[in-house]
């Protein structure tokens, strides 16, 4: 059964067993983790890194950027987490997965290339 809403767990580590329902996020690990929403029970991953995605807390709920396109599971799922409401998204083609998957390698290539350019002995904030 598909989601409507998603709670959140903050933890220290993620736990083994997943409950239907929880996104658990671990800060000190940089995870979020989750069942996936459409009820088909896979484990979804999400780092959170400046690359991959980005939890957002308000207060009261949490919100996940960008979507979950779960392209590698049977379900292909594809939906947003904002603000603890599940919002279901249509699914991508084989081609549009593939022209995603090749923008995140060159965000991260170029990302982590900008990092390796300054050594920690020519930064001059210390």
Same mark, same amino acid.
């Given at each position: 059964m598909r989601l409507k809403t998603i709670r959140h767990a903050f933890v220290d580590q993620i736990p083994k067993m997943l409950?239907?329902?929880?996104?658990?996020?671990s800060i000190e690990y940089g995870t979020a983790m989750h069942r996936c929403c459409c009820g088909c029970g896979n484990e979804v991953v999400t780092p959170l890194t400046p690359?991959?995605? &980005?939890?957002?807390?308000?207060g009261e709920t949490i919100s996940l950027?960008?979507?979950v396109g779960n392209w590698s599971l049977n379900c292909r799922s594809h939906y947003w987490i904002t603000r603890g409401r599940v919002r279901w998204a249509a699914s991508w083609s084989d081609e549009e997965v593939e022209e995603n998957r090749?923008?995140?390698?060159?965000?991260?290539?170029? #990302? #982590? &290339?900008?990092?390796?350019a300054v050594r920690p002995e020519e930064d001059e904030t210390e």
């Open positions: 409950d239907e329902g929880v996104v658990y996020v690359v991959d995605w &980005s939890v957002t807390y308000d950027d960008p979507s090749a923008m995140d390698r060159d965000l991260k290539s170029r #990302f #982590f &290339s900008s990092r390796r």
